[in-house]
């Protein structure tokens, strides 16, 4: 018999897991975390996940899905009440799936490199990804969130943007998310981040902060 319940695969520092959290979180459900060693990975992984071997991978019922956003949507899709992830609007979805993309496809390909860089090579890349982000900045425009009133799909892709960008500037000595250059995306920074189900599934600070630094350490000095 299928195994019951609901489980997710992940890894705590993750920003691609932890929307699967919160999009549970904000529906309502119950599920158990398991956190994989990724230089160790589980054989529940890999049977689970056998074409990619990420994570997260959400496990319903005995059923696994793969790929962040992808989940989030069947979240959507498989607790229907509760907190409405998806814009009801078919023209409204399929805005918040466009800029979902251009956030993972052109924004996080922007901002990866400050990670990497140090002086001028990184102010270059840092008006690169003000520039991405200004951009993204635009479907805020008169928004308390991506998705209106209340967190929805976008602020579920991009959330990991306001806990994860600050460690990253801090480690990396870059400033990207100013009040100067992007007003609207601080702002959200903070809303976002005082949401009950939001705040309950970060991972702690100071831990990230120390993960980061010495990664970033062993990439300057293998460079
Ligand atoms: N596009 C995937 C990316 C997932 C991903 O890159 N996961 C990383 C952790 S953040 C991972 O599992 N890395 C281990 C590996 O690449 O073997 C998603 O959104 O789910």
């Known amino acids: 018999m299928a195994e ?3 489980k997710v695969f992940g890894m705590w520092a993750s920003p691609m897991v932890i929307r699967v959290e919160w ?4 529906k309502g459900v119950e599920y158990e975390y398991v956190d994989e060693d990724l230089a160790n990975k589980s054989a529940d992984l890999l ?3 056998p074409v990619t071997k990420k994570v997260p991978v959400l496990v319903h019922d005995g059923k696994p899905i793969a790929e962040s956003t992808i ?3 069947y ?5 229907k009440g509760g907190h409405p992830v998806m814009p009801a609007d078919p023209y409204e979805r399929a805005q918040a799936r466009f800029w979902a993309r251009y956030a993972e496809d052109k924004c996080n390909a922007a901002l990866y490199p400050i990670f990497t ?10 008006r690169e990804a003000q520039r991405c982000l200004k951009t993204l900045e635009a479907a805020l425009e008169g928004r308390r969130f991506f998705g209106g009133d209340a967190v929805g799909y976008l ?3 991009v959330g990991w943007l306001a806990h994860w960008l600050p460690v990253i500037e801090e480690v990396s000595g870059a400033s990207v998310v100013t009040d100067e250059e992007l007003p609207l995306m601080k ?3 903070g809303r976002f981040l005082a949401v009950d189900a939001v705040r309950a599934a970060l991972p702690d600070r100071d831990r990230l902060l120390a993960a980061n630094k010495a990664r970033r350490e062993q990439l300057l000095s293998s460079a």
């Open 4 to 6: 019951k319940g609901v």
């Open 23 to 26: 999009a549970l979180r904000l």
């Open 47 to 49: 049977r689970y996940n």
């Open 71 to 73: 989940i989030v949507e």
């Open 75 to 79: 979240i959507d899709e498989a607790w």
């Open 117 to 126: 860089t140090t002086g001028e090579a990184q102010r270059e890349v840092v």
């Open 155 to 157: 602020d579920i892709v």
């Open 187 to 189: 702002a959200w920074f």
